[in-house]
């Protein structure tokens, strides 16, 4: 047989072998990029550690098939339009935050890329979505304002210290769901026969003259309303309810890490393994205008029996076995 029909042949059959594997072959795997608008960069790391965890259990590895792009007010809150039209031109699949500011931000630079709120307070009240069940637009994700949630606050505040009359509450006018909380407040102040004292502190620059208000005013104890930018100072919150001998109550963790009395909010780490499961869910085709936003199901008692020392107060029995968490 003549040596180029041999070649002819062999290759033929090579073809052959060789084309079906080449059929089956998988595809490529495919990369998303998500981007992140936060507040402060140092504040919100555990935030985001937690949410990267919950999407490695979904199947996404930052750096292999999920690429995480993020930026950072630090602070300055009016810079968050500029960031968020960043992101969107990056051309992310979804976008993520915990800040009410920064997802209006967010909600103003696109009207196209899903974006998936992880904690907002009142999505509803703020314009976010039209309403909880059924969100329309782009935007979904979970709430971390519980109807009842600054009530039951109040309420442990109160047993505290019974003899407490008059309760400061801080609280930040500028935030968009600042009212909604301090509605709660006076719904709960009513009940319990206490009278509110509210402090206004739009940045940090006040806190000090705001805690003169509340010596002034004689207040017994003091409610800090959920605010971003209370979180990002929560430390020093810590310290000047510390120095004017105020039993304080936050709304996450970490205040009471850093010598603040009692925190009682939303399981931080629950939101954002939730949020990770939509996030999940539109990547694989899902509309956030079919995603209902959720509201929070777990919930944090923390108490610091140090600083309930510090401060001469015995804390009732009844609030050491609700608590999750006694601080030593």
């Given at each position: 047989?003549?040596r180029?029909?041999?070649g002819l042949l062999?290759?033929?059959?090579?073809?052959?072998l060789?084309a079906?594997?080449?059929?089956?072959?998988?595809?490529?795997?495919?990369?998303?990029?998500l981007g992140?608008?936060l507040?402060?960069?140092?504040?919100?790391?555990a935030?985001?550690?937690t949410?990267?965890?919950?999407m490695?259990?979904?199947?996404y590895?930052e750096?292999?098939n999920?690429?995480?792009e993020?930026?950072?007010?630090e602070?300055?809150?009016?810079r968050f339009?500029?960031l968020a039209?960043?992101?969107v031109?990056?051309?992310?699949?979804?976008?993520l935050?915990?800040?009410?500011p920064?997802?209006?931000?967010?909600q103003?630079a696109?009207?196209t890329i899903p974006?998936?709120m992880?904690?907002?307070?009142?999505?509803?009240?703020?314009?976010?979505?039209?309403s909880?069940?059924?969100?329309?637009?782009?935007?979904?994700?979970?709430?971390s304002?519980?109807?009842?949630l600054?009530?039951?606050?109040?309420?442990?505040?109160?047993?505290?210290?019974?003899?407490a009359?008059?309760v400061?509450?801080?609280?930040?006018?500028?935030n968009p769901?600042?009212?909604?909380?301090?509605?709660?407040?006076t719904?709960?102040a009513q009940?319990?026969?206490v009278?509110?004292h509210?402090?206004?502190?739009?940045s940090p620059?006040?806190?000090d003259?705001?805690?003169?208000?509340?010596?002034?005013?004689h207040?017994g104890?003091?409610?800090?309303m959920?605010?971003?930018?209370?979180?990002a100072?929560?430390?020093?919150?810590?310290e000047?309810?510390a120095?004017t001998r105020l039993?304080?109550?936050y709304?996450l963790?970490?205040?009471?890490?850093?010598g603040?009395?009692?925190?009682?909010?939303?399981?931080?780490?629950d939101?954002?393994?939730?949020?990770a499961?939509?996030?999940?869910?539109i990547l694989?085709?899902?509309?956030?205008?079919?995603?209902p936003?959720?509201?929070?199901r777990?919930?944090?008692f923390?108490?610091?029996l140090k600083?309930?020392?510090?401060?001469?107060?015995t804390?009732?029995?009844h609030l050491?076995?609700?608590?999750?968490e006694v601080?030593?």
């Open positions: 047989m003549p180029t029909i041999v062999v290759g033929l059959a090579l073809s052959i060789v079906p594997l080449a059929a089956e072959a998988p595809p490529p795997t495919p990369v998303y990029r992140y608008l507040g402060t960069t140092r504040e919100h790391e935030f985001l550690e949410f990267l965890e919950a490695r259990a979904l199947g590895v750096g292999q999920l690429l995480l993020y930026r950072a007010a602070g300055h809150y009016e339009p500029t039209a960043e992101l031109q990056l051309k992310v699949d979804v976008l935050t915990v800040l009410t920064a997802a209006l931000a967010l103003q696109t009207t974006i998936v992880m904690g907002v307070a009142d999505p509803v009240g703020s314009g976010l979505v039209a909880l069940a059924q969100p329309g637009g782009n935007i979904t994700g979970v709430t304002l519980a109807p009842d600054v009530g039951k606050q109040l309420e442990f505040l109160t047993e505290v210290r019974p003899t009359s008059q400061a509450v801080l609280w930040n006018p500028a769901a600042a009212g909604l909380q301090m509605r709660e407040a719904v709960a009940r319990l026969g009278q509110l509210r402090v206004e502190a739009r620059e006040a806190f003259d705001a805690f003169t208000a509340m010596t002034r005013a207040a104890v003091l409610l800090v959920a605010d971003s930018m209370f979180f100072h929560h430390r020093r919150l810590a000047l309810a120095m039993p304080t109550m709304n963790r970490p205040f009471v890490e850093a603040g009395l009692m925190a009682y909010g939303p399981s931080t780490p939101l954002r393994r939730r949020a499961v939509l996030v999940d869910k694989k085709g899902a509309q956030p205008a079919d995603l936003v959720e509201q929070p777990r919930f944090e923390v108490i610091n600083t309930a020392q510090a401060l001469g107060i804390i009732p029995p050491l076995v609700l608590a999750d601080i030593q």
